[in-house]
């Protein structure tokens, strides 16, 4: 009797989720804001205006952890969520707050910076789906910022920079802090999402793509210099 081929194992859940976005990563890596960050071409005016907006956006992003700290069904993943926001609020300000030092800004002058349509775009939609779906959604929603994160960090500490401010930036999305906290969100996405229904599951991945895109954009923003158009 002929033996039978090995099966192979379930693609996880989350695996499935970069596959159908892998083209939505694509278009991130060849964005010149990105192109530009690594090979150190990339105007220092435009990092600045995405640092900004960036630390506008977690602020928000923050939030939208707490809530998943507060709709988590184990007391383990409520601590992490928790510990999480506290994270976006005070390691990432002191990174930005470390920029606008060199910049001569201060802080409390890039906080008056006001939201683009993009960035405000992307808050409204994640606070919206915090306040209103549930925790594997949420999930779902707040992954991409993670998870592209980390991607790129990884991709980018391969050639790195010849900008020692974008070599920093680079360096921290490529760290083993980073990535460790990245990969316990990603076990709890496939966990939480284990026993869902299909149509439960799509909604995830609906969710998952549109602030994949929002990544896309956010980046794009930086790069335009997007402001409002009246």
């Given at each position: 009797?002929?033996?039978?081929?090995?099966?192979?194992?379930?693609?996880?859940?989350?695996?499935?989720?970069?596959?159908?976005?892998?083209?939505?990563?694509?278009?991130?890596?060849?964005?010149?804001?990105?192109?530009?960050?690594?090979?150190?071409?990339?105007?220092?005016?435009?990092?600045?205006?995405?640092?900004?907006?960036?630390?506008?956006?977690?602020?928000?992003?923050?939030?939208?952890?707490?809530?998943?700290?507060?709709?988590?069904?184990?007391?383990?993943?409520?601590?992490?969520?928790?510990?999480?926001?506290?994270?976006?609020?005070?390691?990432?300000?002191?990174?930005?707050?470390?920029?606008?030092?060199?910049?001569?800004?201060?802080?409390?002058?890039?906080?008056?910076?006001?939201?683009?349509?993009?960035?405000?775009?992307?808050?409204?939609?994640?606070?919206?789906?915090?306040?209103?779906?549930?925790?594997?959604?949420?999930?779902?929603?707040?992954?991409?910022?993670?998870?592209?994160?980390?991607?790129?960090?990884?991709?980018?500490?391969?050639?790195?920079?010849?900008h020692a401010v974008y070599?920093?930036?680079?360096?921290?999305?490529?760290?083993?802090?980073f990535a460790s906290a990245?990969?316990?969100?990603?076990?709890?996405?496939?966990?939480?999402?284990?026993?869902?229904?299909?149509?439960?599951?799509?909604?995830?991945?609906?969710?998952?793509?549109?602030?994949?895109?929002?990544?896309?954009?956010?980046?794009?923003?930086?790069?335009?210099?997007?402001?409002?158009?009246?």
């Open positions: 009797m002929t033996a039978s081929a090995p099966t192979a194992p379930p693609q996880t859940f989350t695996a499935n989720l970069w596959t159908i976005a892998e083209p939505i990563f694509d278009a991130i890596l060849a964005h010149p804001f990105l192109r530009g960050i690594t090979d150190g071409s990339l105007p220092e005016e435009k990092f600045r205006f995405y640092v900004q907006q960036d630390s506008l956006y977690l602020r928000e992003y923050a939030r939208c952890l707490a809530t998943a700290s507060a709709k988590a069904p184990t007391s383990r993943w409520c601590e992490m969520f928790a510990a999480h926001a506290q994270s976006a609020l005070n390691v990432e300000r002191s990174l930005h707050e470390s920029y606008f030092a060199a910049w001569g800004l201060s802080s409390d002058a890039a906080a008056q910076t006001s939201m683009t349509p993009t960035t405000l775009a992307y808050t409204s939609y994640l606070l919206r789906v915090a306040g209103t779906a549930t925790f594997e959604e949420l999930i779902g929603a707040i992954l991409p910022c993670y998870w592209i994160y980390w991607e790129v960090g990884k991709r980018l500490i391969q050639t790195g920079s010849p070599q920093r930036w680079i360096d921290a999305y490529a760290s083993e802090q990245v990969q316990r969100v990603l076990d709890v996405a496939d966990a939480s999402t284990a026993d869902l229904p299909g149509s439960r599951l799509a909604l995830i991945r609906q969710h998952y793509l549109t602030a994949s895109r929002y990544e896309w954009m956010f980046w794009d923003a930086a790069y335009r210099l997007e402001t409002w158009p009246v």
